[in-house]
């Protein structure tokens, strides 16, 4: 025997095996069927994957003169039911020399066993997809042991190709080889129940053209078909060459829910329907549609009702804030002054732009966020609240890192603060400049219903004052050069040491000559028991310790920076001299 070509079964054990099966009652030992047997039953098993020759399927030559080489060739063979790769011919301790150009491994025997007997070897695919040959004795003395007349046992993980049996006086075409290989080159999966006896409810098979997975009815398939499903009712569903290679859609059984991949010729679209309503699509730029097939941004969301278009939920039991709205922009250069984000609020108008008719989109307000110092440590941000005003964009609210403004762009906007039991609490009237508390409809630029209570007033040029507190630290700096009305009123009666509210006159000079002041003293508490005019509301007045106070007749009634006590009556205060104040009583 020189040359073997595997027959893809468990063949006779024979000098040319290839020439007939197994003959009961000439072929021996068994051992080695029943190892091939075992393996194969667990889905381990040689194939064939083309045509046979001494080159392909694990092909084994014994040419030359040589006793102790074997030449086996590559092959493939399933492993727990899936097909390996082409096993590897790698070197083991009967390697001569390394694979060659041919994918040949070349096994070298040396001797046979001494002493009569048969040694045997199991040619086998180990659990690495490699090609060894296993024999019964322990390296170096390997094959020449006394082991004789047993097959080798199996490594886990070996799948057996052939046994080589030799013998002591074994020529080369003495040698016995038995493969222990099939001839399959196809498989099909049967799926069958008890039914008084196997009967199969589906089976999956395969042709060149597919993959078929057919059940107890029958159908037509045409030459397209790639995957076959049959039901009962004949009704078959297919997969074609077509929509393998052009997807389409997937649908439910009755078609209303659906993902469709180009409804229209080319038009490069994914569509998602429910209970036959087209819910959403991705364009083809990749926009995202919720209600509209016509996405204008990466998600354009429309909804038909009145109730909530967007939720934010998040189910987090710690005190973390969540859910959260982010607005990132990532810039490789970002500057000062960049834009953060905004969130922009758009209506229908009821004339478009052109002067028609017909209602048009417009934008009525808008927030928008914007980094005002970018500084690494020192960051500083900017909030800005804006609404239309007659067409026009107009700044509402800015928080910006130095200050909270309101109107900054100067629009005729009354502003009103309201507390629990006043509606105008505090309402600033734009277009009169007015401020009122107390108020909707101020009268001067500073209007109060109510009381004021403070610790110090400074009046201005041509500026009247109104001051009342029930506090002897109560101070009223007169600073101006030009004439003044003061109102000074007391809620105290009979206060000690001079009164509660206290008026500081201006130094003086000789060109103050002719400075006055209207003073108007009243009190608003209750009066002392018994009352007592001279007394009951009360202001000090104090000045400069160069001056002096004077009455009406030139008598000095104040000098040297003692304080002088006015009483709730009305005076003309005048600077007379450079350092003289004339105190005219007028009531």
């Known amino acids: 025997m020189t040359d073997n070509i595997n027959i893809g079964g468990i063949s006779r054990m024979h000098t ?13 030992p068994h051992s080695g069927l029943f190892k091939s047997l075992s393996s194969a039953v667990q889905g381990n098993y040689a194939i064939i994957n083309s045509a046979t020759s001494t080159t392909t399927n694990f092909g084994i030559t014994q040419t030359g003169t040589s006793t102790t080489t074997l030449n086996v060739s590559t092959g493939q063979v399933m492993r727990d039911g899936k097909l390996m790769p082409a096993v590897t011919l790698a070197s083991t301790p009967f390697v001569v020399g390394a694979q060659d150009a041919s994918n040949i491994a070349h096994f070298d025997y040396r001797s046979a066993a001494k002493g009569g007997g048969n040694s045997y070897y199991l040619l086998v695919v180990d659990a690495s997809n490699v090609i060894q040959m296993r024999h019964n004795g322990a390296p170096p003395d390997g094959p020449e042991s006394n082991v004789v007349d047993i097959i080798p046992q199996l490594t886990a993980g070996d799948i057996p190709i052939a046994v080589v049996r030799l013998a002591e006086t074994d020529a080369v075409t003495g040698r016995l080889i038995q493969y222990l290989t099939t001839a399959k080159e196809e498989n099909s999966v049967s799926i069958g129940y008890n039914d008084t ?18 059940g107890i009815a029958t159908a037509t398939a045409t030459s397209s078909d790639k995957i076959l499903i049959q039901d009962g009712s004949d009704i078959i569903k297919t997969i074609t060459v077509q929509n393998v290679a052009n997807f389409t859609k997937t649908e439910d059984n009755d078609g209303d829910t659906k993902i469709q991949f180009e409804e229209n010729a080319d038009e490069d679209k994914i569509r998602f329907d429910t209970a036959g309503v087209e819910r959403m699509i991705i364009d083809e730029t990749g926009n995202v549609g919720i209600g509209t097939d016509t996405p204008l941004a990466p998600l354009h969301i429309i909804s038909t009702d009145d109730g909530t278009t967007l939720l934010l939920e998040s189910t987090d039991s710690d005190d973390d804030l969540a859910p959260d709205l982010v ?8 500057v000062t002054g960049d834009n953060l984000g905004s969130i922009r609020f758009l209506g229908m108008n009821i004339n478009d732009e052109s002067g028609g008719t017909v209602a048009a989109e417009h934008e009525f307000a808008d927030i928008y966020a914007r980094g005002n110092d970018l500084t690494t440590g020192t960051e500083d941000g900017e909030l800005y609240f804006r609404t239309l005003i007659n067409g026009t964009q107009r700044r509402r609210l800015d928080l910006t890192p130095i200050r ?4 900054e762009d100067g629009q005729d906007i009354d502003f009103r603060i309201e507390s629990s039991s006043e509606a105008n609490m505090f309402v600033v009237d734009a277009a009169l400049n007015k401020v009122g508390i107390g108020t909707a409809t101020p009268n001067s630029t500073l209007e109060v219903i109510g009381e004021i209570t403070a610790n110090k007033i400074s009046a201005g040029a041509n500026k009247r004052g109104l001051v009342s507190k029930d506090s002897a630290d109560m101070q009223y700096d007169i600073s101006a050069t030009t004439d003044h009305y003061i109102f000074a009123s007391s809620t105290t009666g009979n206060p000690p040491s001079g009164g509660p509210l206290q008026l500081t006159l ?3 000079g000789s060109t103050d000559l002719g400075l006055s002041y209207r003073i ?4 608003l508490g209750a009066p002392s028991s018994p009352p007592n005019p001279a007394t009951d ?7 400069d310790s160069g001056d002096e106070i004077h009455d009406a007749r030139g008598g000095v009634i104040a000098s040297g920076g003692a304080p002088y006590i006015l009483s709730a009556k009305s005076y003309d205060l005048i600077c007379t001299d450079g350092t003289i104040w004339t105190l005219i009583q007028l009531d």
């Open 537 to 543: 509301g009360e202001v000090t007045l104090t000045y």
């Open 327 to 334: 607005f990132k922009r990532t810039s490789s250069t970002p």
């Open 520 to 523: 108007v003293v009243s009190f």
């Open 506 to 508: 201006p130094a003086i």
């Open 16 to 28: 040319s095996p290839e020439l007939s099966g197994l003959v009961d009652g000439i072929d021996f």
């Open 197 to 214: 006896g196997y009967t199969e409810s589906n089976l999956i098979s395969a042709t060149a053209s597919g993959l078929t997975i057919s």
């Open 404 to 407: 909270t403004v309101f109107n």
